[in-house]
T-cell receptor, first 111, second 114 residues
């Protein structure tokens, strides 16, 4: 079993929809949780960063962490075709910078 | 440019040859990371540098892989005697300091071993 599980998709939604992306993990030592966006043939780009449990909002993006369930989510409101990309969750424990990534979910937003 | 740069962008090599991949981090970033991204596998941590030293080499898949960083800046990842299973995108990232966990990625080097 992988430390971080993520549905690869693809997830296809119409423009304007609310998108929910999720990851589950098994290592209770993880304290830092990140979401990256990766366009085709580009490097990942950090979208959201949260520490421990709770919610964080940035524009159309909301990240949620539920440590009791070992479950994290990224919500995208009013999705746009430009949001079409692969979304990777990543996490790390407190005493290391080593990030453990999910395999990524491919999102397509159609006009 | 102000971002992380990597060269070459693409590399095709024959099985058994050695390859060197280069990473130029963002100026002033002291921490540097190498990852490998294979199809359907997500990003796999290889090694990270704090300054010129590598406290964590645990992700290097075999002794054919090595990396160095000089002057606290440029890093090279070397793969000796390449194998077909080494084919992947090799990504470099840098961050301002160890512990910030805000890594900025380069565009990657796509390695194909024939």
């Amino acid at each position: 079993q992988k430390e971080v599980e993520q549905d690869p998709g693809p997830l296809s939604v119409p423009e304007g929809a609310i998108v929910s992306l999720n990851c589950t993990y098994s290592n209770s030592a993880f304290q830092y949780f990140m979401w990256y966006r990766q366009y085709s043939r580009k490097g990942p780009e950090l979208l959201m960063y949260t520490y421990s449990s709770g919610n964080k909002e940035d524009g159309r993006f909301t990240a949620q962490v539920d440590k009791s369930s070992k479950y994290i989510s990224l919500f995208i409101r009013d999705s746009q075709p430009s949001d079409s990309a692969t979304y990777l969750c990543a996490m790390s424990a407190k005493n290391t910078d080593k990030l453990i990534f999910g395999t990524g979910t491919r999102l397509q937003v159609f006009p | 440019g102000a971002g992380v740069s990597q060269s070459p962008s693409n590399k095709v090599t024959e099985k058994g040859k050695d390859v060197e991949l280069r990473c130029d981090p963002i100026s002033g970033h002291t921490a540097l990371y190498w990852y490998r991204q294979s199809l359907g596998q997500g990003l796999e941590f290889l090694i990270y540098f704090q300054g010129n030293s590598a406290p964590d080499k645990s992700g290097l898949p075999s002794d054919r892989f090595s990396a160095e960083r000089t002057g606290g800046s440029v890093s090279t990842l070397t793969i000796q005697r390449t194998q077909q299973e080494d084919s992947a995108v090799y990504l470099c990232a840098s961050s301002l300091a160890y512990g910030t966990r805000t890594e900025f990625f380069g565009p990657g080097t796509r390695l194909t071993v024939l």
